[in-house]
């Protein structure tokens, strides 16, 4: 049967896609999203700002677009990477998508900073691995990995299986550094299981990480409902082959503005400002009360983070992750990119001590070059970001964590000190633009059995009063990513399109 009223919680990416979908494919249900800021959006954060310099005796003016959270997506390698382009073509922004090539210096120059202070690339090729820093490591790891034990564990830390199957060198050097770029954490406290399933899958499928990339995982069903999907996509499926990555003119903040004004259109009520503070079953309906009035609903989709719903309803494993907070600098300095760093995506920073690493950075963008930057000034845009472990648990010199900056503009200082002991030509250059952020609590940390909490937590809404009631949607689960948040809000709103009840939780089932 259709809901005659569904309610979602939470307007950032993952709930404006849940209410997109929702009011178009069941246009009856009169669906209503409550946001309890002031804007839509949420960690999507793009701004465009006029600028103004001189250089060599010329006015330079234009307007660059600054990204304070995500600003890139993949074509490929996750659930929701085919949704999140079926999306975009949805909401007439195919012409809006700027694709970076796989032959792109960004695609192919990714760097990590050594202890020493250089820049280090990683291997992108053969010819790139023989020159590679880190050649020994990755051969020996690589060689010796096919013929090493795998585990009977369940589940583990990204440092237990990168130490285990490719080394100690490997996991102190490139997981410790992935996982602060991808999770903004300790690669010892996260799940290797939940945050990387493609690695766990190798081993458990082939025995081996590298036998799993060479002779892949999937079934032929699998690939072949894939292909259909990316078929699906038209000529569009087939471009995107030969992409690395890609963004979108004016920021993913179009995105979301899209998503904005296409729910307001087909008639989602939205209110904004208007926190949650209870939930209550009302005979067969939900009682939500908010900061403004109560609204009765037939169901709820909640993208709120997990932590923001363990108060407003008794299920378990709400508040099992911890959250990471991380900061986020965007500086633009008067200089061409060339003159500064090497084309490329940027470089992340491996796990460090407070000699090697005082400001507790975590890795910089080369905005200037790791998307397509065109019809903006000749600047050098940089993105600082820093934080997560090194203000939760990582040893200052001190021998504790480093304080969590309470104001944005204590993030200012030592992102400059880091740029200009790594970018000697930044020394006596005053930048032009500065635009720091504070995320609180934005990413968070799956645990070693994080999919084992799901599945309880998937069993106690199927069995309990929030059966058929309630549908969990958002990073909090299933993956980070832009494309997890669109995958999961586009697979609970196909099931009660098709009239089936739908956790959110459903692949978790039957985790073991």
Known sequence: MTPKHITVLGGGLTGLTAAY??????????VVLLEATQRLGGWVDSHRYPIQYTSDGKDIRGEIVLEGGPRSIRPRGSRGAVKMLKLLQDLDLEGSIRPIPN???SARNRF????SGSLQALPSSALSLLRSPYLRDLLFGGLTEPFRRRSLVLDESVDAFFRRRLGPA??????????????AADSRDVSLRSAFPILHEAERKRGSIVLGMLLGTK???????????WDELGPLGKEREGW?????????????????????????EVHLGNPVTALSMKDTNIEVSTSENTVLTSRLVSALPPHRLAPLVTLPNLRSNPLT???VINLVFPLPPAQVHPAGFGYLIPRSGPSQNPEGVLGVIFDSTALDTEGEPPVCKLTVMMGGP??????????????????????????????????????????????PKLHIECIPTYLPGHGGRLRELHEAISSGPWKHKLSLVGSGYGGIGVNDCVGSAEEVVDALAQGHSATGLERWADWS
Request: aromatic share 6%; glycine share 8%.
């Open 170 to 183: 490997i996991a102190d050097k490139l997981a410790s550094a992935m996982v602060h770029g991808i999770y």
């Open 244 to 268: 690395s990555l890609y963004g979108l003119q004016g920021g993913l903040g179009t995105l979301t503005s899209r998503l904005a004004e296409r729910v307001r259109q087909l008639g989602v």
């Open 390 to 435: 090194y203000w939760s648990s990582y040893p200052s010199t001190s021998g504790r964590p480093m304080e969590r900056p309470s104001n944005p503009t204590e993030l200012v200082s030592p992102a400059l000190q880091h740029l200009r002991r790594v970018f000697p030509h930044l020394q006596d250059v005053e930048p032009v633009l500065i635009r």
């Open 21 to 30: 979908r929702l009011a178009e494919r069941l246009p009856s249900t009169q």
């Open 103 to 105: 032959s792109h210096p």
């Open 219 to 229: 079934s032929p069903e699998e690939k072949r409902s894939e292909k259909e999907s």
């Open 325 to 327: 907070s991380v900061g």
């Open 112 to 115: 990590l900073l050594g202890p």
